[in-house]
Each structure stands twice: as structure tokens, then as C-alpha cells.
């Protein structure tokens, strides 16, 4: 996979924050060479945030976020801000712009981030205009946060390079271990993949965690087949030997389980991307609390895509069918799409996600956090289904990561 074709969800999120006209998208221009992002002298330019994937020298392939001032006014300028906020959710790395000495927000906002545990540069921006060269500015920025302000002037490139060296510097330490299979297979070792295509999967195509699992057991060194459910039995029959690993789709979790050797372990693509974007462990803490909801518990399936629901549909017909099965049918629940996830989750007892193959890893882990400060359980779509069906004691989970 070339970086070109790298996943959204799969690159380092740089996100841009500042108050209107304080240069960000002139820095994301200055940063690619390219005119990526529109820069103008109207504040409020930039409206909702706007991504844009490209190939950052030293990094590789990243996402920039460029974002509406956080000090936009107005009704509408409240709904950019809280567009901005939800931006900062998914940011690895905090480019935060000072060009004031009334900088109450920009620190609000480190703040945050640091809360956040997300790394941030502070960038005294548009040097050329400012009296001193933001010397006594970058002091305060010092003073009150710890930063050392790099000093930029998009307009004739001074410190461009240095932002650069910075984000480098900032990488978080485990963004390039990542594994999706997480420690579950090794070089040499015979790897099953069982993908039904259904209208899931239409003629043509695989679902994008499928082939990411697919390409990253190729760099392990593993050997991979793959086959559909229906073709299990045969595929198996074909082997030597049993597959140290078979990886299924959920919804065929059971079938698979009944028709594997013994000497195979099995889990499934949702399992897998519950650790590769998730915390494992508290999914699969939580999926234990799941026979204990009330009768008439509310629960919340959160889904990355803003797909057209379809017949058989896994997040709005196969799950809740299974979760009334399970729990009966007086309970609740909802369904929320793409980046629609209520900050108040106090009227819920649980919450399921899909395995969010659309979102970064730090975009599912500030949802995480989110549950576990409002003491939500909060699992994923493969943990869950496996625990309904009474094999998740028996499923192999990715490590910790």
C-alpha cells in the first residue's frame, strides 16, 4: 500500500488551533509547499474543519486539520467552535498558535490538550508583523506553560523547518507499533481468513479492516488464505495442517467456532480492532457487565460510518436482535452515526462500538475516556457478540497496546 493510499484513519493527525487570522492555514500551506488550505484577511475564512491527507518529509503520511478560530462570535460561530472542539479529539499532535499577548484561550486550550495527554507545539505566529519579533511573547508562552514557542512568518518561511523538527520530535512513542493483529501471529505461521461477502461487501470489494489485516499479516511473513464461510470446511480440508490462527467475521463467530480444529485459535477482524483502536481490556471488562443491565437497559451502538442502513445491517438489525435475544425485548436502544456521540451519556447503561476502521485510534480513545468518567461499560460490536454467544473466555484477544 503506497502512503498515497494510506487509510484516513491510519495517519497522524496534526491539528492547527488558534483564533481567526492567526495564520493557521497559511502555516499548513507553508508546512506542505502546497495550497492546500484558502487563506484569507476575512476572519472566520475557515468554517467547519477542513482535513487534508498528505505526505509530511520525516513523518510520512499525515492528516492536517485545519480549524475555525476559537474565538469565533455568534450563533454560529458557537457550532464551529464546538466542531473545533470535536476536532481536537482525534488530534495526535497540537499545533497551538499565539499572536497576542491575551492569550486566557491558548492556554485554556493546552491546557486541555495536556489533560488529554496530546502532545502540543506552541507556535508564535506571523512574526513579521509583530514589534519585537514575539520575543516578549514567546516569554510569557514560557511562563505560563513551559513551552518553547517556535517563532514562524508563513510569509517568508522562517521556522517552517523548525515546526517541522518539533512535530518529529513529538511523535508519540507507540504511533508506528501499532499492530492490528497484536502479538496473536508470527512470521512463517499459517493464517486463515473466513470473509462472508455479503451486501456488507458488495461484488468487488472487501471491507477496509479485512484488507488491512490482510496487508499486515503479508509484512509479518505469514501464510494467508482466505475463504468464505461456506467455503470453510473445504479450505480447511485442503491444509496439512490446522491454521495456527483463523480470523472471521463476527457475525459468523459461531459457525466458525463450531467448524475450527482444536489446535486453531480464532478470533475475529472487530475483535482484533478493538485493541488496534480501542483499550481491550476494558471492552472486554465491560462485556462481562452486559447479563447484569436491567430489564429495560439503554443502549447506545455507535457506529463510525454514515452508511445508508442496509437489510441485515450489523450495527442496526443483527446486533440489536442479538441483544434482545439475550437481554429481551424491553430494552432500549439507539443508534448514533459518524461523529454523533452525545457528550452526556448519563441516560445510558452501556455503549457499543463498531470497530471504528474510519477513526484514529485517539478519536475511539477519547469516547473510551468519555465512558469511563461518566462510569458507562463500554464495549465493541466483536467483544460483544462473542460474550452473547458464550465464547469470549474462548476467543484470543489481541495484546494491550
Known sequence: ????????????????????????????????????????????????????????????????????????????????????????????????????????????????????????????????????????????????????????????????DNVRDELIRQLPEDFEQQSITGGLCDAGDTVLLVMPQDIQAPKGRLILPQVQTLRELLDRKCHVLCCTTDELERTLALLKEPPQLIITDSQVFRTVFEKKPTASRLTSFSVLFAGYKGDIDYFTASAKKLAALPDDAHILIAEACTHRPLAEDIGRVKLPRLLKKKLGENIHIQIVAGRDFPKDLKGYDFVIHCGACMFNRKYVLSRVAECRRQGIPMSNYGVIIAEVLGILDQVELPAKQ
Open 1 to 160: 500500500m503506497s502512503l498515497n493510499d494510506t487509510p484516513r484513519a491510519n495517519r497522524l493527525h496534526i491539528g492547527l488551533f488558534g483564533r481567526r487570522n492567526s495564520g493557521k492555514s497559511s502555516l499548513i500551506n507553508a508546512l506542505t509547499g502546497q495550497e492546500i488550505a484558502t487563506v484569507s484577511d476575512v476572519p472566520g475564512t475557515t468554517t467547519d474543519p477542513v482535513y487534508k491527507a498528505m505526505e509530511l518529509h520525516g513523518i510520512g503520511p499525515v492528516v492536517f486539520i485545519d480549524t475555525a478560530g476559537f474565538d469565533d462570535e455568534g450563533k454560529l460561530g458557537k457550532l464551529r467552535v464546538q466542531k473545533t472542539e470535536k476536532a481536537s479529539a482525534e488530534t495526535d499532535i497540537a499545533l497551538v498558535l499565539f499572536h497576542d499577548a491575551d492569550m486566557m484561550e491558548e492556554l485554556a486550550w493546552v491546557k486541555k490538550f495536556r489533560m488529554a495527554k496530546t502532545p502540543v507545539v506552541a507556535v508564535i505566529s506571523q512574526i513579521d508583523t509583530l514589534a519585537d519579533k514575539g520575543q516578549s511573547l514567546a516569554q510569557k508562552v514560557k511562563d505560563e506553560t513551559g513551552l518553547s514557542a517556535i517563532f514562524v512568518s508563513s510569509a517568508d518561511g522562517t521556522g517552517v
